[in-house]
């Protein structure tokens, strides 16, 4: 029998013994809906050679033949954390502290202009990753009250990833993560690691005892959460198809006070995600109501 159409040659291609091999259409298709239908995640047409090369070690550290194969396990009842693990190492969870510093600083006037108005200034980190970002809410916020502001704050992560979660906890960080944070912050809200733990920080247990973290999927019906007054939705959503992104939004905007802002990524636009939101600062949207916050630092 004479075969001329190669993608309907079913046999699964096997894991070369150097690197990954080639990723049958089939397979593809099989990740790409498994993503979608679990976590949102719209991965692209054309990334087969990125799935093959995240996955290839995984793949032969578990012993198994093909992606096929592997797919095919991440997708059974009981392998959630070996699909967590999947789903780690085919996004990037590229973070560190004090990333995209004027966001943090607006946060700063936000809430010392709240004092007064508000019982506590509270901010939820979604999709946190491993901490960096709601520990640097947190330096943020604590050193208005350092420098005498009667600020009660409060600051949630959040991440589908309990791995990510576990390691925001320990809230120990490699020296490389830390090197955009002002010399302040450092001296005063991180402990140096000596001997064995040289080369890492250790975020100041006052801090780490205030910031809490929970497991949330932003594509599932979202917990009673807030109200907050701010939500740092950053460099998240470009994992998602605009379906998704306008579900995930106005899910998000719901735990938003009147008022509140919506921080997304300084690369990102939500333009044309949904018409009622308005942008106020790059990356940083407000919800709108009659009560009219500083939009922004300049305000002040």
């Not at 013994?17 to 990740?31: D, H, L, M, N």
């Not at 093909?66 to 996004?91: C, K, S």
């Not at 202009?113 to 960096?132: D, P, T, V």
Request: hydrophobic share 40%; proline share 6%; with cysteine.
């Amino acid at each position: 029998m004479q075969v001329t159409d190669w993608q309907s040659f079913s046999m699964p291609m096997p894991l070369g013994p150097c690197g990954p091999a080639t990723i049958y259409e089939a397979e593809y298709a099989q990740i790409r809906s498994l993503l979608h239908q679990k976590v949102g995640i719209a991965l692209g047409p054309n990334k087969h050679a990125l799935v093959c090369g995240r996955l290839f070690k995984r793949v032969q550290c578990l012993g198994l033949s093909t992606y096929g194969e592997y797919f095919g396990l991440i997708a059974r009842p009981g392998q959630e954390v070996e699909f967590q693990t999947a789903v780690d190492l085919l996004t990037t969870n590229e973070t560190y502290f004090y990333r995209e510093p004027q966001h943090f600083e607006l946060v700063r006037h936000l809430a010392r202009a709240s004092i007064g108005r508000n019982s506590s200034f509270k901010i939820w980190s979604a999709a946190c990753a491993s901490g960096e970002e709601p520990y640097t809410l947190a330096m943020a916020l604590q050193s208005l009250v350092d420098e005498g502001a009667n600020l009660i704050w409060d600051v949630m992560g959040s991440d589908v990833s309990r791995r990510m979660l576990a390691a925001a906890a320990r809230g120990v960080y490699t020296e490389d993560r830390i090197q955009r944070l002002p010399s302040k912050m450092l001296r005063r809200y991180c402990l140096r690691g000596m001997g064995k733990s040289s080369g890492t920080v250790l975020v100041h247990g006052s801090l780490r005892e205030k910031v809490r973290f929970e497991a949330i999927n932003l594509i599932e019906p979202l917990p009673p959460l807030g109200p907050f007054d701010a939500v740092f939705l950053r460099n998240v959503l470009i994992y998602f198809d605009l379906a998704t992104k306008r579900r995930v939004v106005d899910a998000v905007m719901a735990t938003l006070k009147p008022g509140g802002r919506l921080f997304v990524g300084l690369a990102e636009s939500l333009n044309g995600v949904l018409p009622t939101l308005k942008s106020v600062a790059p990356g940083v949207y407000e919800k709108k109501l009659a009560h009219r916050l500083p939009e922004t630092v300049e305000d002040f």
